[in-house]
Every structure is written in structure tokens, then in C-alpha cells.
């Protein structure tokens, strides 16, 4: 079979597997979030912590709730990060440094899993288990909590609350990730991805003997690629032969990635009552990921770079194993969604390969972006949308029989605004640093973008890393920290927020003069909205570094 | 076109005044460029070259052009206040006491609760309800219409506005409003735009465009550091040239004289909304609630059919009715003439010795006695019966029917000459019913596809209404409507999310007009009609309320469509300014220089210009409005996506190259 074929053939098969779990999936998520009743076990949870599970909360309290736990989350995790050595099984290492600490503990918290460490080299497996692993199931359910909450704004009229955040934060992680990573983590170990907690000696070629970390990589690999966490347990992520050793497991990785978020939108749908609104929201999803993914396989295929045309092929910084069209597919899927592993170094992408990527994380991450965060994210695309369309036919603005009005726009424009402020003002400090052209693994532009990707990463809580940058200053490892904390918490309270004033309004009902929003011609426009704002506020500065190189 | 050009140069020096920054605090993103003005022209005087003294001009022009729009708008309401400050002349007013005396006291110091005497020849001091008296009135001061109009003391006729000349008799007037307070005192601050407000969408739009222009605050700001790290550090000037092309310089400029022009477009129609939020609100509006009368069918009945009674023929019947209406000159008679001749009666007149009998309350009949003792009669088929003493079955079915079907059947009958003591002739019926005024199905059904519904009120029973409301179109109906019955309706479809329009001119209107979202009063109506409303009509044309709903709609798109246009015309911004910028530093970047511009300078100066021009070319389009047809929310947004969303994209990289040819003449361009 040829590379093309086969990556023909990987591609449809995806879209096969993903279309199959999408109804079920979506539907039993739905039904998870609207249920009355408590599993016998979740009613432990609740009187262990003094839950009142059947009491609601408005959007101030939901997002104390959620800013609450996300800081206890983080002081929480900096305790086990720099403490470890007092831990069992710490295998020897020290307890990490403090600002290292703090940019891992918010990370993880905050789902965005960049970082500025090596695992294998820095962490004990309790700190990898209680800490790391546990913020990786967390911070996912988070992203759904918040989800359902705006879904809950849509669907409810004059309601001062969108549902309570600790039954939904614990009904996301026990009845949704908890399960599927179980399934998910057997597979991986089938396939050959290891769960120890030795490390195995090994006598090289050379005759020397080497010492291969072993550690509970099926387990946390699991849910690593389901909740869009993508922290490696490795250094080199998911082209590490422990925790991606072959074809199939990357395949199964990428489905993982993806399942979530796709099926969400179902959830989005069948919660609405309004199935063919989930279906517009994924067609538009759909679009941005094709046409990402056509784009990034013709540049890493076609070996469109000066070092790609002299070797034939652009395998430079990829895995043998896993060739050009399915590091393309990774690459497209991992920074689509928030998750942010990677299987080939994004550094080594052609500079056509490695914009689009970037662009992809500038999209806001909904194509189809994080677990939750997809959703939401891509709902306030739509209000800024139908806003805009709204008043173009001649009507107060409406989505989903809520209307828009300035209180709404105001949450919409602070959300749209905090991202590119956050990328653009970080990567502008930074780059007016003379310590950070130091950092740099490459002079001019492709330093310019390692920069540049590193604080678009850091504020869309995707996590990936173009590599190259050296990321272990202070000044890196603190506004990389902010970026990611500022990124996540600062749209998420906004979300709350809106998803309150929506669902204090009334519904009004659709008439003729109202916009369909699951319309192929509103999907169209959505596409055109995202796709421009995210031009005009990046264009500049991609220019000056992948676009600057890809057209050299 | 030529007039615009004219109001502009006319209103240059109002643009001028409004520089000041105080005033373009209110728009950031106009403020914004007028930063931008101050900091350029500065750095060009320290450096002065053709490149920077020509950006900071055409940055100095972009914010007088946006200030021109608003002030052409604002122009055309000053001129219509001026007239209408005319009629408020220091009037006398004749103050009446209790006992009878009257006094002379001027105008101004009336007091609500005063009552004042104004005679033929008088101008009414102030706004009032006519207490005593009738009396016709030129009120084409304040409609423009100068036919009279009669007003009389109690009813819903009784409302006199200060300022209009009473052309006959006397009347009372007790003064309803304070002086300052008047429907011309209000009149003249809303056309002059003093009492203007920013509407709720106008905020919600602002609050966008203000982000917009933090985004761009924060790449352009951003790309400082990052062009010096690139080693092409960029002047200040280039920084704010490309700055004030990306921030929607095009809707901030126009958006306040968008407005304005709105609520112009509607006082041409000679409605007077007492609030943007109003006029945004008819937009919205999905039910629209028309009186019946005058609204969709002529305020009267017409005869529409001749049944005759057994053994009487069609001719006969269709002689007799004309004969009997021939000397009744009510609308309703006419109708039967007409009928009648429409059917192929003689046009023969009445004879001169035949005396006419008019209709009585008692009788409830009317006719005619002929010279030879013969007497014709048309009356309620109970009068008829009464008078004949007899009345067919036949006839009575007929008339039970017809009043079923929602007409109004009259009974002609006869006395024969030779026969003054017989019981006479019950020749038919004639069946009168409302007529649906022309057009009103069609425009209910445009109505229809914008996705609004249309409820008819009246006063008649259930089947007559459905009847009428049948043959009009309209969605649904409110029979024996009392003011209670309209109050419940508007209140259930609110409930129901939905707005709701209404117009009303009587007392008994108010609490309903008040209620709805859109509450259009008539201005011959009452002075508590007026006040409950939030739009006055003074043509008192209750099916105005579609203009109304339509003007609304109008002014969203006015705005929606500029935002699009003006977004969409960064892409090409974009393609001239960022290679300019960078394609010394990075020569790769000359790819992205698709339109072929000269040099960086021309490059940059050339889509300043362009972003300056575009204002002026479009303040027709903002005072217009973008032209608004009745069709399904897709519809309409497919077609103003492709001409606003595409053509925003299209049209600069045309002007841009454009003026980049003539640009790249002048000297110093690179």
C-alpha cells in the first residue's frame, strides 16, 4: 500500500469510527447531564464532601465554584510537585523548583499540559499518578462542566441557575472519563504501550547497559488523549515507543483525541432539543479541521520546504514508524483540540505545516477543540456571528430563541478579546527581551515562531510545544503560567456569565424573520467569522514568522 | 446627490466644530484616529517628508469625514426644527376663569388645568383637550397637510396641538401639558437629534466595535517589538497608518449618522418616534395588531349584492334599490347606486316632484315618495317587516344569512300607488359588507414571510370577523374586541417572547398602547392616547405601522451591513500595509503584495486614503439606509452577505490598486 493510500485509508476509517460513536456517545452524555438521579456511589462522593447535590447555583456562585476548585487544584498539585521527595515510589528525584512547579501545576490544572520539564527525568510516579493524572481527569470534566452550563443557558428560560458544578464536575469524571479511559488504557496496553513501575536495564550494541524508565504509561496515556490533556510521560510525548509504540496504538490515540469533542456536539444538540444544531456546529468544525488537515498533509507530503525538496521528504524531526501522513493527522488532531501531544516534532514541520498548526490553536481551539471547552468555545463564536447577521436582517440579533443584546456582547467581546491579548502581549514582551533570542533554538523567523507558538499554546490551554525554545527562564516559565491561567479561568467566568444572562431571558419563538443558525448558509458564515477575526488579529505576526518562511 | 453634496459643503464647518475631542470621546474608535491624527502630525513635523505629512493629512480627513456624516444627518432634522420653531411664535393665550372672565397672559406661563378660549383666526397656545365646542383646525404646521381637520369636545376627536390655527368657530381648551413640555417642544428636540440617545443594539454594536479596536490596539502594538526583533524596526507613523486601517473606521465614522437618518426616515413619513429604543423595537416586532375600520377595510360598507324575494325579478329589485337610494347621499347609499348601475340600471334621475324620506332613529327606513303615491323603502329587515306587516320567509332566510356571513342585509320594499291601503311588496335584499382595502392581502403576506403575524381587531361579532378576516389575510382576529380584550392579547403574546405593535387613537387605547412594545398613536387622537404611545403618526394612517416596522428593520441593516463591509475590508488592508511594512526584512513577504503596489510608501498611503474615502462614499448609503425587501431572514442575509461580506472584500483591493496608481506619481514615494 502506498503512504497515500494508507493515509487515504487511516483518515476515512477515523471519520467511520468517530461518525459511529458519535449518537450513542453524544446521547449518553446528554442523558449523564440531565439525569435526576445520583449513582450510589457519587451520593458517597457528596456526603464525603458536603455536597448538596440537588441544590442549583446561578452563574456567580457556578464560577466561584469553578475558580475555587481550579486554585485549591493548583496549590494542591505545586504541594506534590515540590515536595515528591517525601513521597513512596518518588524513585529518587527531587522535589521540583518553584516556578517550574507553579507552570506545571497550572498547567495541568488548567488543562493545558505544557511542559517545561522531561517526565522521566523529573518526576516520581506518585507525583505522575495522585498529581498529574488527577488534574488530567479533573481539569476535562471541568471543560464539560462548563459546556453544559452555557448549554443550560440556552435551554432554560427565566432560570436564575445553570445546574450545580460539583455534580456535574463529578458526573463528567465517574459515569464519562473514568469508564472510557478503563477501555481505553486495556486497548493501549494490548497494544503494546507499558504499565510498570520498574525500569528495565538493557544491554545496548555497544555493550553498554542502559536503563529504560518503565512507569503506569497505559493509565495515564489513556486519559492523557481523551480528556485533550496531551502531558506525556515522557519527554518525547507520543513518539516515545512506551507510550505510542505502533500504527495501530497512534491511530487509537488520534480517535481518542477526537471522540470527545465530536461527540459533544451531539450532546449539544439532543440537550437543545435541537439535533440539527449540533449537526451545523460540527459541520463547521468540520470545515476548519478538513481544510487544516488537506493544507498540513500537502505541506509535509509534498515536502514543501528547502531541507524537505533536497531530501525528498520532509522526515526530519518525525517518526519512522509513523511517516508524514499520520504526523499531519496528529498534528492537526492534537492542536485542533486542546490536547497538545505530539507524535513528530512541530518545530521540524515545514514552515507551511507548523503555521497551520499554530493557526489551528489561534482558531480559539474549536475545530473541534478541547473536551467542553470545543463547545463553548465555539458558541460564542456564534453569538459574535449571529450578531452580525443578526442585525444584517433587520432583527435584534437571536441564538437558539435567546437575544442579543449589549449585556451579552459584552461577555462575547471580553472573551474574544482575552486570548490575542494574552498571545500577542506575551509574544511581544518576550520577544523584546534580549535573553529570550538565548532561548531560541533557531535565528529569525522559525525563532520568532517558536515564540510565538509557545504563548499561543500557553493561552488556548493547548499545551503542544513547537520545540526549540528553551522554556526553563523564570520569566518564561511565570508568563507562560499566567498566559495559561489567565487563558482558561478569564473565558470561563465570561462563559458563566453570559450562560446566566441567557438563561434568565425568555425564549422567543422562531418565526420566519428569525435566522436559522443550522443552516448551511449560517455555517458558512460562522466558518467566515472565525476564519477572518483569527486572520486579522494574527496576520501580522504570522507573517513575520511562517508565512515570512513558507513563502521563501 | 447634488443636494448631498451641497448639505456637505454646507455643514463643513459643523464638522470642523465637532473635532473637538469632548464630543468624539463618545466614539472610541474615531477618537482612536483622532489620536492617531495628533501623534503623525506631530512626528511629521519633526519629520517632515511627502510620506508622513500626507498620512497625517489623510488621517486628519478620515476623522472630519466621519464628523461630516454625522452633521449632514443632523442638518437635515435642523432644517425641519426651524420650520417647526416657526409655529411656535410668542402666542396670547385667553385664559379662562371660573367665573367666566377671560385674560390675557402669554403662552408660556400656562399651567396644566388651564382652560383657554381660542377662536377663529387663533393659534392654540398649547397642547389641550377640547372642553367645549368644535371647530376646524389647519394643523399643516406640525403634519404638513393642509387640508383641515374637525376637532370637538368629548370623544376621541378632542386633542388640540399648540401651535395649529383654529380656522373656525370657538372652543375650550384645557391645557394638558406645560409649556416646554409640548408635543412641538418635543417635536423640535427629536428632529434636531438634542434628546438623542444611543439605542440598546447601538450599544451592543459599540461595545463590539470597541473590542474590535482593543484587538487591533493590542497587534499592532505587539507588532513593534516584534518588526525591531525581525530587524525592521517601523516608524510611528506606519504603526498608526496601519492601526487606523484596521479598526472599523467605517461604521464608527458612520454609525451615529446612521442612527439619526433612521429616525429622519421616519419623521418624512411623518411619524414621530419618542425613542430610538422604539424604532429598534419595530424591527423585532412579530405581531402587529390593526384596527379593523380604516385600517384594512374603508371605514364603511358597501352594497355588494341584490338577492330578490320570490317573484320578484333581479331587474325589478336593482330599479327599486337605486330608486330608494337615489337621494340618500351616506356612503352607504352611493353604494347602491352604484351597484345598481354597475348591474345595467337606467341613469335616469330622480323625478323632481318625489320627496325624499330620511332615515329616522324611529323608523329606522329611508326612501322615497313618488309624485303618484308610490313609496319605496330600504330598512333593517325588522323596519320593513313592521312597516308592511308581513315579511317572506324567504327574505327573512336571506337576511339571516347574510348577517352570518358577516354583512349587513337592508330590505327594499314598496308601496304601489294604486294600492295606498294594501300591504304592499317586499321586493329583496341588498347585502352590504365591508371592503377589503386593495393590496392589504398582499402586504399581509410580505408581512407574513418577514415572519410577522397580523391580528385584526374589531368590534364586530365573531363571524363577521372571520368573514373579513378571511378575505384580508390576516393571521388571526380579535371579535367584540373591548379595550380589556386587546390588553389580554398583547400580554399572552408577550408572554410568548414575542413584541408586539399596535395603533390606537382613543382613551380606552391607552393602557394597550402603553403595553405594547411598539405603541403608534394617532395624532387626531386623544392627548392620554398620545401620551401612552412611544410613536405619534400625524397622518393618523393606522397602516403605517408596516412602514414603521420596515424603517426599523432598515436601520439594523444599515448597521449590520457596514459592520460586515467594514471588517471585511481589513483582509486587503492586510495584503497592501504588512508586505510595505516587512519586505525589507524579509523579501519573501513581496508575495503577498498581490495587487502590485508601487513602493511600500505609495503602498501605505494608498489604503489610508482608501480607508478615508470609503467613509464619504458610503454617508449616501448610511443616510438611506440599505434598501430593505420583504423576504425570509435567509433570503435577506444571503443577499447582504454577498454584497456587503464579499464586496468588502473585493472593493478595496480594486481602490487600493487604484489609487495606488495615481499615489505612486507624486514624489517622494520611495
Known sequence: ?????????????????????????????????????????????????????????????????????????????????????????????????????????????????????????????????????????????????????????????????????????????????????????????????????????????????????????????AIKELGNNGGGFFNANSAHPFENPTALTNFLEVFLILVLPVALTRTLGTMLGHRRQGVAVLGVMTILWSVSLAVTTWAEVGAHSAAGRAAGAAMEGKETRFGEWASALFAVATTGTSTGAVNASHDSLTPAGGGTVLVNMMLGEIVPGGVGAGIYGILVMAILAVFVAGLMVGRTPELLGKKISARQMTYVALYTLTTPALVLVGTGTAIARSDTAEAMGNPGGHGFSEVLYAYTSAANNNGSAFGGLTVTSDFLQITLALAMLLGRLVPIVLVLLLAGSLAEQGKVPATAGTLPTHTPLFVGMLVGVIVIMTGLTYFPALALGPIAEALA | ????????????????????????????????????????????????????????????????????????????????????????????????????????????????????????????????????????????????????????????????????????????????????????????????????????????????????????????????????????????????????????????????????????????????????????????????????????????????????????????????????????????????????????????????????????????????????????????????????????????????????????????????????????????????????????????????????????????????????????????FLAEATPEDKMAYIQKEQEGGRLVAMTGDGTNDAPALAAADVGVAMNSGTAAAKEAGNMVDLDSDPTKLIDIVEIGKQLLITRGALTTFSIANDVAKYFAIIPAMFVAAYPSLDRLNVMGLATPQSAILSAVIFNALVIVALIPLALRGVRFRAASATAVLRRNILVFGLGGLVVPFVGIKLIDLLVSTLPGMN
Not at chain 2, 372642553?131 to 376627536?157: F, K, L, Q
Not at chain 2, 352611493?334 to 324620506?357: I, M, Y
Not at chain 2, 321586493?427 to 371592503?435: A, E, P, S
Open chain 2, 1 to 476: 446627490m447634488s443636494t448631498l453634496l451641497t448639505q456637505a459643503a454646507h455643514q463643513l464647518p459643523e464638522a470642523v466644530r465637532k473635532l473637538d475631542p469632548r464630543h468624539l470621546w463618545r466614539s472610541p474608535v474615531m477618537f482612536l484616529v483622532l489620536l492617531g491624527s495628533v501623534a503623525t502630525t506631530v512626528a511629521a513635523i519633526g519629520d517632515p517628508s511627502v510620506f508622513t505629512v500626507s498620512i497625517a493629512a489623510w488621517l486628519w480627513l478620515t476623522v472630519l469625514f466621519g464628523n461630516l456624516a454625522e452633521a449632514v444627518a443632523e442638518g437635515r432634522g435642523k432644517a425641519q426644527a426651524a420650520s417647526l420653531r416657526a409655529a411656535r411664535t410668542d402666542t396670547v393665550a385667553r385664559l379662562l376663569g371660573d367665573d367666566g372672565t377671560e385674560t390675557e397672559v402669554a403662552a408660556t406661563q400656562l399651567e396644566v388645568g388651564d382652560r383657554v378660549v381660542v377662536e377663529a383666526g387663533d393659534v392654540v397656545p398649547g397642547d389641550g383637550d377640547i372642553v367645549d365646542g368644535i371647530a376646524s383646525v389647519d394643523e399643516s404646521a406640525i403634519t404638513g397637510e393642509s387640508a383641515p381637520v374637525i376637532r370637538e369636545a368629548g370623544g376621541d376627536r378632542s386633542a388640540v396641538t399648540g401651535g395649529t390655527r383654529v380656522l373656525s368657530d370657538r372652543i375650550v381648551v384645557r391645557i394638558t401639558a406645560a409649556a416646554g413640555e409640548t408635543f412641538l417642544d418635543k417635536m423640535i428636540a427629536l428632529v434636531e437629534g438634542t434628546s438623542r440617545r444611543r439605542t440598546p443594539n447601538e450599544i451592543a454594536l459599540s461595545i463590539l466595535l470597541a473590542s474590535l479596536t482593543l484587538v487591533f490596539l493590542a497587534a499592532v502594538a505587539t507588532l513593534a517589538p516584534m518588526a525591531t526583533y525581525a530587524g525592521a524596526p517601523q516608524d510611528l507613523v506606519v504603526l498608526v497608518a496601519l492601526l487606523v486601517c484596521l479598526i472599523p473606521t467605517t461604521i464608527g465614522a458612520l454609525l451615529s449618522a446612521i442612527g439619526i437618518a433612521g429616525m429622519d426616515r421616519l419623521v418624512r413619513v411623518n411619524v414621530l418616534a419618542m425613542s430610538g429604543r422604539a424604532v429598534e423595537a419595530a424591527g423585532d416586532v412579530s405581531t402587529l395588531l390593526l384596527d379593523k375600520t380604516g385600517t384594512i377595510t374603508y371605514g364603511n360598507r358597501q352594497a355588494s349584492r341584490f338577492v330578490a324575494a320570490p317573484g320578484v325579478s333581479d331587474a325589478e329589485l336593482r330599479d327599486t334599490a337605486r330608486l330608494a337610494s337615489l337621494a340618500d347621499q351616506t356612503p352607504e347609499g352611493r353604494s347602491v347606486v352604484d351597484l345598481a348601475l354597475a348591474q345595467g340600471a337606467d341613469d335616469r334621475d330622480l323625478p323632481g316632484d318625489a320627496v325624499f324620506v330620511e332615515f329616522t332613529a324611529q323608523t329606522r327606513m329611508s326612501g322615497v315618495d313618488l309624485a303618484d303615491g308610490t313609496q319605496v323603502r330600504k330598512g333593517a329587515g325588522s323596519a320593513i317587516g313592521g312597516w308592511l306587516g308581513h315579511e317572506p320567509q324567504e327574505v327573512r332566510d336571506t337576511v339571516d344569512a347574510i348577517a352570518r356571513e358577516g354583512g349587513t342585509p337592508l330590505v327594499i320594499g314598496r308601496k304601489d300607488a294604486g294600492d295606498p291601503g294594501g300591504t304592499g311588496t317586499v321586493l329583496g335584499v341588498i347585502q352590504l359588507k365591508d371592503v377589503v382595502k386593495e393590496g392589504m392581502a398582499e402586504r399581509f403576506a410580505e408581512l407574513r414571510s418577514m415572519g410577522i403575524r397580523t391580528v385584526m381587531i374589531t368590534g364586530d361579532n365573531a363571524l363577521t370577523a372571520q368573514a373579513i378576516a378571511a378575505e384580508a389575510g390576516v393571521d388571526d
Open chain 1, 1 to 221: 500500500m502506498t503512504d497515500t493510500l494508507g493515509g487515504l485509508v487511516t483518515i476515512a476509517l477515523l471519520i467511520v469510527l468517530l461518525a459511529a460513536a458519535y449518537v450513542p456517545l453524544g446521547d449518553y452524555m446528554a442523558r449523564v447531564f440531565t439525569s435526576t438521579r445520583h449513582l450510589r456511589v457519587e451520593r458517597g462522593v457528596y456526603r464525603l464532601t458536603g455536597v448538596d447535590p440537588d441544590a442549583e447555583q446561578g452563574a456567580r456562585s457556578y464560577a466561584t465554584s469553578v475558580v475555587g476548585f481550579s486554585l485549591v487544584g493548583i496549590v494542591g498539585l505545586m504541594a506534590l510537585l515540590v515536595g515528591q521527595a517525601a513521597l513512596p515510589m518518588d524513585r529518587g528525584l527531587p522535589g521540583m523548583p518553584w516556578w517550574m512547579s507553579f507552570n506545571t501545576a497550572v498547567s495541568f490544572v488548567t488543562n493545558t499540559n505544557w511542559q517545561s520539564y522531561a517526565g522521566e527525568s523529573t518526576l516520581g510516579f506518585t507525583a505522575q499518578m495522585a498529581g498529574l493524572a488527577v488534574q488530567n481527569f479533573l481539569s476535562a470534566a471541568v471543560g464539560m462542566a462548563i459546556a453544559v452550563a452555557l448549554i443550560r443557558g440556552f435551554v432554560r428560560a427565566r432560570s436564575g441557575t445553570l445546574g450545580n458544578f460539583w455534580v456535574d464536575l463529578t458526573r463528567a469524571t465517574l459515569r464519562i472519563l473514568l469508564p472510557l479511559s478503563v477501555v481505553a488504557a486495556l486497548l493501549l496496553l494490548a497494544g503494546g504501550v507499558v504499565q510498570s513501575f520498574a525500569d528495565t536495564t538493557v544491554q545496548t550494541l555497544a555493550g553498554h547497559p542502559q536503563v529504560l524508565t518503565g512507569g503506569p504509561v497505559a493509565s495515564q496515556e
